[in-house]
């Protein structure tokens, strides 16, 4: 049996980053608390600290996102960061990417109650919809995977020039310092930590800024994706 956990209120900073979408924003912490911690996509202990530890840490995203561009969220989970980043930014496009049913499931519901027209839900991997779903702007991602392999998925998914904008902890620079590596032989052409959230969230929120070049993923996914586009029009002409 859960043990149930009471959502505290949610703080008055929170009202000025949300703005016309804070009554959203209070019922998706809402439903977090609820039916996110009875499906296990979120843990009971992580309820008191849903507002500045989840919805304002990823929220502050926005600060770095550029306008009106197409972003696909990987490995969604319960909706973090693309869900705030929503509530946030309605000039967005935004793909909620999640391979598992129970959470799409949940995602699905969430997009629907709080009337995000701007957000989609797609079920599967990241190399799964690669070539069926269009590059995008921007990749975000928050506690998916290390930076090597997080990269590994996410890269491949953007436009050529795009960026990745991936939610780190302390060891960001010891993440990109071993993984540089990885990230040339997938076109990454720079990378940089950024702190975005001042006088939000204390600490503030550390992103990971990789930004490709015109071959996103390199030589090997620019076969697969051509591979993948080819397969799925000779599948529409059938």
């Not at 911690?37 to 996102?65: D, F, M, Q, T, Y």
């Not at 990378?191 to 990789?210: A, C, N």
Request: glycine share 10%; with cysteine; net charge neutral.
């Amino acid at each position: 049996m859960t043990e149930e956990v009471e959502l505290p209120q949610a703080p008055e900073g929170a009202r000025a980053v949300f703005g016309e979408f804070f009554p959203e924003a209070v019922r998706y912490a809402e439903l977090l608390a609820d039916a996110g911690v009875k499906r296990g996509l979120i843990g009971p202990r992580e309820v008191p600290r849903l507002w500045e530890r989840h919805l304002l840490n990823c929220a502050v995203l926005s600060e770095v996102v550029p306008e009106g561009v197409t972003v696909c969220d990987v490995g969604s989970g319960a909706g973090l960061p693309g869900i705030p980043l929503a509530l946030v930014r309605p000039d967005l496009k935004i793909t909620l990417l999640e391979p598992l049913l129970r959470r799409t499931n949940f995602l699905q519901e969430v997009v629907e109650l709080l009337g995000l027209d701007h957000v989609t839900v797609v079920r599967g991997r990241a190399e799964e919809v690669l070539g069926s779903l269009q590059p995008v702007h921007v990749v975000t991602a928050r506690a998916v995977a290390p930076l090597d392999r997080l990269a590994g998925w996410g890269v491949p998914l953007l436009r050529p020039y795009g960026e990745m904008l991936a939610l780190k902890g302390d060891t960001a620079e010891e993440e990109i310092a071993g993984a540089r590596a990885a990230l040339g032989k997938l076109g990454v052409v720079e990378t940089e930590v950024l702190h975005v959230g001042e006088g939000v969230v204390d600490p503030m929120s550390t992103v990971v800024r990789v930004e490709v070049g015109e071959s996103p993923g390199g030589v090997r996914f620019a076969a697969k994706r051509a591979k993948a586009a080819r397969t799925s029009r000779t599948r529409r002409r059938r």
